[in-house]
């Protein structure tokens, strides 16, 4: 064997002892080999091998089973945010200039329009001017009693409710990557608008993980009139005397625990969710669970002048709409603040864990959840491994009977291609779905064509009285092309499946362009190195078995 041969055999099998370790170990060998353990004291050596197989070559939803739900993104309150602040915006701007106003609130029917009212008609061009400038993003207009109406453009509006969508999704990735559910699918639903899909595979508690997503997680610091927890909601409504700038909310005890009745506290926040920079899990002075939060510089300094204009009056702390507690202000507060009111260890935690991952810039609305059984899962993988089994089966002993002994080649060829799809899987965390199973044995096929063309192109040199070695040199060189073409025809079709697919037709697109490229390397360059092999013990001229 010359030293070319000889190098590109060691480069073969170096190359597939790396992708068996794929398989068998992938990133992280110790628990690998752990897994190995358990599987192999609980039924045997051979359940212990799948036992570590499957640690490193992840299941999708739908052969491992868990969490499957569809979201819908409620981005009028997002918007209604966006406007509360230009609201602020504006009022600021009109009190540094001294201009006096009656109101500057969102219209209640419509979010996306703040109506200022209120202001002297010799300050209205002033008032407009500062809108203008303040607020570049509104388009504004006026009615007959003189009060100013912004509206937020069109495209803005339309961009700014895609990035609530966006901004969703991140935040619940966010929290689902700290829960440590594997290979979740969190992406925009395309069946809906503002939705989002999201699919969590081999979820242990779907409930709490449920939970922790629907939960807006918006911490909210509001000004308090009074500390005085209303029985009804008119009830509190009545002593408000008018909601033009407050707004009733319950307290967390209505359905849950915590703070009780319901309470008037201002419509504008003076801290957000999107203010608080960490959160933990501590103690109030009885000892009992609290969650201990961090504000950014600009919020700290926003909070702490509020705080020292109003020492004597209340604060609300505000959590998904609902009052946690009210407290009284004895002093300047900055940057920091503790949340008490009727935690345990898990809810306390999981609170510090939404408001620590961000805040959602809306709440959620479940139009779709069910947990898919783990059974069908396993049904699933049992008929599609099979599948694959007795395919490979067939093909292969069609490929012994009909190409003789270059069946071996292409036999191993084969069977090497599948060892490469499968390590790439356990080093890379690509998620195994039903479709995937169905880009494996799609693969095979494609395989088995490379083969086929390679063989029928040597066949027709050997008749047109070529030796075997010039007649496999002309076989590879002249399908070489043609195999290049139609493998790069489908990698773009899988490519665009990929692009534009969801998590099961992902995982399909994936195994078969994983599969592809595995296949030039087995059917070109690792048959090539066969042939070439046996060719080197044979005389010039010998016939081979084709």
Do not use: C
Request: charged share 20%; hydrophobic share 45%.
């Amino acid at each position: 064997m010359n030293k070319n041969l000889k190098g590109k055999t060691v480069a073969i099998i170096a190359i597939l002892l790396v992708f068996v370790w794929g398989i068998f170990l992938g990133t992280d060998p110790k628990a690998s080999v752990d897994a190995m353990r358990k599987g192999a004291a609980e039924r045997g050596v051979a359940w212990g091998i799948v036992s570590g197989i499957g640690q490193n070559i992840h299941l999708g939803l739908d052969l491992k089973g868990g969490l499957h739900m569809i979201l819908q993104v409620m981005v009028d309150e997002a918007i209604n945010s966006d406007s509360q602040r230009a609201a602020e915006r504006m009022q600021t701007s009109l009190k540094a200039k001294n201009i006096p106003f009656a109101s500057i609130s969102v219209d209640p029917s419509r979010p996306d329009r703040v109506v200022m009212k209120g202001v002297p008609p010799e300050q209205s061009s002033t008032a407009r001017d500062i809108a203008s400038e303040q607020l570049s993003e509104y388009d504004m207009s006026s009615d007959a009693n003189g009060a100013l109406f912004l509206t937020l453009k069109p495209s803005v509006l339309r961009d700014n409710k895609t990035h609530a969508v966006q901004q969703s999704i991140e935040v619940i990735r966010s929290r689902i990557d700290t829960l440590g559910v594997s290979e979740p699918v969190i992406e925009e639903h395309g069946l809906g608008e503002n939705q989002i899909l999201v699919q969590l595979p081999g979820v242990d508690d779907p409930t709490r993980v449920k939970d922790i997503i629907s939960s807006t997680g918006m911490l909210e610091i509001k000004q308090a009139f009074g500390n005085n927890a209303y029985p009804t909601e008119q009830d509190a409504i009545a002593a408000a005397g008018g909601l033009v700038d407050k707004m009733v909310l319950p307290g967390s005890s209505i359905g849950s625990s915590g703070a009780s009745g319901y309470y008037v506290v201002s419509r504008n926040s003076v801290v957000a969710g999107r203010d608080v920079r960490d959160a933990e899990v501590t103690r109030d002075d009885a000892g009992r669970p609290a969650v201990n939060f961090q504000l950014t510089g600009d919020a700290g300094t926003r909070f702490g002048e509020f705080t020292g204009k109003n020492i004597g009056n209340y604060l609300a702390v505000v959590v998904s709409g609902k009052v946690k507690e009210v407290a009284s202000i004895n002093a300047e507060i900055h940057d920091s603040g503790i949340i008490q009111g009727g935690f345990n260890d898990q809810s306390a935690k999981d609170l510090a864990l939404v408001l620590r991952s961000g805040a959602l810039p809306a709440s959620l609305h479940y139009l779709d959840d069910e947990v898919v059984s783990a059974s069908l899962g396993r049904d699933s993988i049992k008929q599609g491994v099979t599948a694959a089994i007795v395919g490979m089966l067939l093909v292969m002993v069609f490929m012994l009977i009909y190409y003789k002994g270059a069946g071996i080649n292409a036999d191993l060829a084969l069977f090497l291609n599948l060892i490469i799809l499968l390590g790439f899987m356990g080093f890379s965390g690509a998620v195994l779905t039903l479709p995937g199973i169905a880009g494996v044995i799609l693969t095979i096929g494609m395989g088995v064509d490379s083969n086929v063309l390679i063989f029928e192109r040597i066949r027709e040199e050997l008749r047109a009285g070529k030796v075997p070695s010039q007649a496999v040199d002309q076989g590879f060189g002249h399908a070489w092309l043609t195999i290049v073409d139609t493998h790069i025809t489908t990698i773009v079709s899988a490519a665009i499946l990929f692009l534009f697919g969801t998590g099961p037709v992902k995982g399909f697109a994936v195994t078969l362009v994983v599969g592809l490229l595995a296949n030039l390397f087995t059917a070109v360059f690792v048959s090539r190195v066969i042939f070439d092999a046996h060719l080197v013990g044979k005389e010039r001229g010998e016939p081979i078995s084709i």
